[in-house]
């Protein structure tokens, strides 16, 4: 579309096209503008609060006094951005006992966790531990004793 004016000194032409042009390309740009803040934003508060990612690499039952009682031992790693403190773990809901080579684990880092009860672990009995950071956030690993 092109718009005439008339003038003193002649016709000007007035590109309205070229105008709603350049509106329609800064439009596209300022979209494109935001997607990607949008993603770099979210990565970056990633980040800057850190995320608390605890896993269980590997666990075993120990078998202790001649295979007559078992110790469930884990290797746990955090993956997440920021540090992890574990402060206790609960086997079925209740609070047991937690021997690990490191409480404090960078991210990357890797812990051997031994857990012990009152009462030892019955055979075929399902259980259910779960890690407790200085956080408050919880992991969670279920298993069935030997």
Avoid: C
Wanted: aromatic share 12%; net charge negative.
């Amino acid at each position: 579309m092109v718009l005439v004016l008339a003038g003193l000194s002649g016709w000007f032409y007035v590109r309205v096209w070229d105008l709603e042009n350049r509106v329609n390309r800064l439009e596209s740009v300022i979209d494109s503008l935001y997607q990607v803040l949008q993603t770099d934003v979210a990565e970056d508060i990633s980040i800057f609060l850190g995320t608390k990612q605890l896993i269980v690499e590997n666990f075993m039952w120990k078998a202790e006094n001649a295979g007559a009682t078992f110790t469930p031992t884990f290797t746990v790693r955090n993956t997440g951005t920021s540090n992890i403190a574990l402060v206790a773990v609960f086997v079925n809901d209740t609070l047991a006992k937690m021997n690990a080579s490191s409480t404090l684990l960078s991210p990357g880092a890797q812990a051997t966790v031994t857990v012990t009860k009152t009462g030892g672990f019955t055979s075929g009995m399902k259980y259910e531990f779960t890690f407790v950071t200085a956080s408050g956030n919880q992991f969670m690993y279920v298993t069935t004793a030997p």
